[in-house]
Every structure is written in structure tokens, then in C-alpha cells.
């Protein structure tokens, strides 16, 4: 393509709207544009990198035995009434209704369609394993779409449905892709990590998910430098940490005044101790029912794990005056001793606090020298705390890293939640009914996207990883008022062409200057530059972006040197 025929809108400007880089980049470089807060077009060049991403998903899939479908995007209630998932799903489906005021949604997943799908194709064990799946727009009315492309209400994934005969089947489905995930990712260029994960809405009792590790990312993963332990926060394992604690001796219990203090932080700077000392407490609904857990001061609570600890759907925190009437004090001046009619759980570490500070569930007061056993039952306790950077990995004790990281890709093993819940089983050998075993897996393509700017880019613009680059080569002719520099552009760009090569040539009458911060911009991996020593000299310069390295060459035979060039680097770098 020539770019003066092309739609490639860029800005000079860092639009206002947009926080994160690849956000801003994708405005600026023109692959973007937003229509509605999460509900983007896709322009030229980005709708080419997103279909050289679903390229690579594409083959991934195919090889790992999976098939391609084209599923509604439109679905109809009765299958979600009858998976249960109709009601669980809440605000963030688009939910609508046809001229008869028969109900639908837009499909924010597709278990529902798939399994209803397979219910009624299949019903021998001669038909099993069976990989499904679609690249397709998925809906989810998410309460803060932001970020651009990171997260969106209307997205573009990759969704594959697996069905076995057995969890031994499955077991295998879930390797090839967790395998098929590893290659998708590491030739779309991507730095990641495949994280240990809850399974959330989705269901099921395996998970992992693909993390991009990059500042941008909404999670937080916790992973081992040394070993391939790897969780996301929400449930990677905490030990407590209670070095040097058991020598301490109990004191005896002290109610002290500590007026204006609501806080952690205030508290202890009041009582001159370290927040390590002090019992934190809080106060949950759980599916609509009071509980409370205990925390060391410093920690953060993983809401997830307390989530699967209690088996609940909906949590979050107690309204102030439900917590005044179970505890007779305001939220600040609440502890464990003497909370009665309340379920009460403890962190790990919270046996392990010896002589700690603790709401005295009295305005304007706290306890010191609490110890659980003694001043208060402590019946419950669980692993509820948030794994910090430092802490021993639970499988080799070397010290955790804690990064942040955009999920781009989660596999499931479901089970047979969504089969027993429809009704989709199997005849097997015996001629016995059997569930099938599903397993459920999905890429997020237009995230996948963004996140490779996230972690591919510089001052100057967008670094495009070959593989998914809109174009691999640029061809800037400095001037093209100049007639001979322009036959020659002409004339490369022609034979980059035929042989195959994705190039665009920069024909506008704009300055080299403007040309060149524009190539870099959007991110070309390759610029070949023809000026006033192609004509003295007969070399053009080769220059790749990612390096920065710049070589001239001669341009007689460049268009194949450069063809071998870029199939090199797509083999060795991107290959399988
Ligand atoms: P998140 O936790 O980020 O909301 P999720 O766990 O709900 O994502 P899944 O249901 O596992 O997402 O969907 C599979 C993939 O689809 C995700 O790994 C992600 O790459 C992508 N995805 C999910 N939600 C969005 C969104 N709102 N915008 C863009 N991509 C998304
Ligand atoms: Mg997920």
C-alpha cells in the first residue's frame, strides 16, 4: 500500500482521555478509535495486527487438534436459566429483548451455546474429545471499561470448548493447551508467565492464567525467580510469618484510651508500635451474611481466597451500622474480645500475634497485650492474607517477586458443572450414561493487542513485534520531488512486493523528517530509507526499529536480502 491512499489518522498530540501507553499509542499511531466508552474501531492497521494475531491462534488451535465454529453472538435466556448463570451474571451482560419481548443477551462467554451445541451432536464415547472453538466479539457491560483495548465492553476473543470422556481426558485437553497458550504468546512476542488462578464466575476447579508482565496490568501475580511457582495475589499461598514472635511472654490485658485513632497507621503511631502489632478487624456480608476476619495490621486481605474459604458468591464490606450493632463501636474501635453472635476467622498469622493491640469494641479505646487463646476463642483460621515480595515461595523458599500483569489468556478445567447443569452426556463403552468433561479456555485478542504495545515500545512510538507488525517494512524515499529517488522507491517497493514481503511505501510529499517520526510512531520493524546516497553510492539504509541498528546496503538484490532477512527472524524468533 502506498500511504498516501491509506487511513492511518495520526496524532501529534497524547490524547487526554487515554492513561496507559498503549492506549495512548494506539490513538496517536491511528490503529484506534473510540465510539463509546469500552466500543472501539478498529482501523486499517490495527485490524491488520489483530488479524495477524488471530493468524497465530489460529494455527496454535488447529494444531493442537481444536476446530473452528462460528457460534451466535446473539443467545437466548432459556439456555443461561438453565446453567444457572442467568441470574449469577448480574449488570455485566448486555441483556435485550426481541419484538416477541423474548428475552437475549449479548454473549459475554459462550459455555451455554457450546454445550447446548454438543448435547445435542454428540452421544457416543466414539465422538470424544472433540476441540471446539471461535474468534468472535464477546460482550460484558464491565463496570469500568478503561484503559482502551485493555478493557473493553464490546472485545474481540479466541474461545475454545474441549470435551472428554473422562478427567483423564481432560487432563490431556488441558496440557495441549496450556501448551498451544505458551506458543501463542511467545510468537506474538510477549513476555508472560502462566500463573496458578482462581476460577471465578466461569466455574470449575483448575485454572491457570497468562500473564503479561507489564506496569498497565489490573492484576498482581506473585512468582518464584527460582522455580516455576507462579499464583495470581488473589490466591497465591501465604505462610505466616512469625520469626522471633514465640519468645515474646503474654503480658497482662490493658484497655488504654486511644481518642481519634480509626486507623492502622493512627493507631499505632498513637500507641508508638509497629503495625505488625496490631489485630486488624473486619466485617464482611457473605451472600448476605455477617462474618468477621482477623488480619495483622500490615497485611492485605485477598478477598478471593476468603471467597473460596467461605463458598460464598457475592462478598463485600459490612455497612458501618451493621457493624455497630454487632459491635457496639464503630468501625476502628472494633476487635475480637467479647464478639458474640458472629462468625469470626482468622489469617494464619493471627495466633502468632503475641501481646497485640485490638479494638476494645468501645468508642475511643483498644486493648493492649491481646493474645487469641487466651482473651478470645480464636476458632477459625485460614490463609486469607495477600502473599507480599520477600516472602518464601511456598514450594522452594527462595524470596517471591510480585509483579503486575494483564491477563491475556485463562484455561479452565470445568469439569462437568455446565454438562450436568444441561444435561449433555455420553454413551460410553458400556453403554452407560455418562457427563462429558469440559474444560474451557480463552484468549483475549484485542487485549493480546494492546499488551504487546505495553511491553514493545520506546519515547518515539510503538516497537511492533514481527510477527504481528500491521507492515514489516517502511520504504521512505527522502525526497520525493527528487525523480530518481522515487524510481527507485517505486521499483523496491515493487519487488518487496513480489516477493511477499508486507511493506508500504511513504510516497506523501511530506519532509523525511515528519516521514520518520511518523514510521516510528506506528512502529514498522523495518525502515529502508532511499536518499541522496542511494543515487551517489547505490546503497539504501536498512534500519530496524527495535535495535535502533542502522546498515547500508547495496539496493541490487535488497528486496531478497531483506525477504531472508525478515523469514529468519519470523523462524528463529516467532517459529513454533
Ligand atoms: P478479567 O479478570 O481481566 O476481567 P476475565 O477473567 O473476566 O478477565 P475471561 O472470562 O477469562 O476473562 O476471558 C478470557 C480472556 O478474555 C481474558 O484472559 C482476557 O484476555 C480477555 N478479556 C476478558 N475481559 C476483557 C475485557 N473487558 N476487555 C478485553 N479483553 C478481555
Ligand atoms: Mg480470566
Redesign the pocket.
Known sequence: MRTSQMLIPTLKEIPAEAEVVSHQLLLRAGFIRKVAA?IYTFLPLGQRVISKIEKIVREEMDLAGGQEVILPIIQPAELWQESGRWEVYGEEMFRLRDRHHRPFCLG??HEEIITALVRSEVSSYKQLPLLLYQIQN?Y?D?PR?RFG?????E?I?K?LYSFDRDEEGLKESYAKMYRAYSNVFRRCGLRFRAVEADT???GGNYSH??MVLADAG??EVAFCPACDYAANIEIALARPQNKGRQEEIPAKLELVPTPGCQTVEEVASYLQIEPTKIIKTLFFKADGRLVSVLLRGDRELSHVKLMRYLGCRDLHLAAPDEVKEIAGAPTGYVGPLGLKSIRVIGDLEVPYMVNAVAGANREGYHYMNVNAGRDFELAEVADLRQAEAGEPCPRCGVPLERKRG?????I?QLGTKYSRAMGATYTDPQGQEQYIVMGCY???I???MAAAVEQNHDASGIIWPLSIAPYQVVVVPVSNRDGEQMAIAESLYYELQQAGVEVVLDDRDERAGVKFVEADLIGYPLRLTIGKKTIQEGTIDLKWRESGREIALPWEGLARRVKEEIENVLKERYGR
Do not use: C, H, W, Y
Open positions: 469500552g459475554p462467554t464477546k460484558r464491565e471499561p483495548l485493555l478493557r473493553g465492553r472485545f476473543m474461545d471465578g464466575a466461569i492464567e497468562f489490573e492484576a494483564i491477563e491475556v489468556g485463562q479452565f480463552g484468549i483475549g484485542s487485549r493480546t
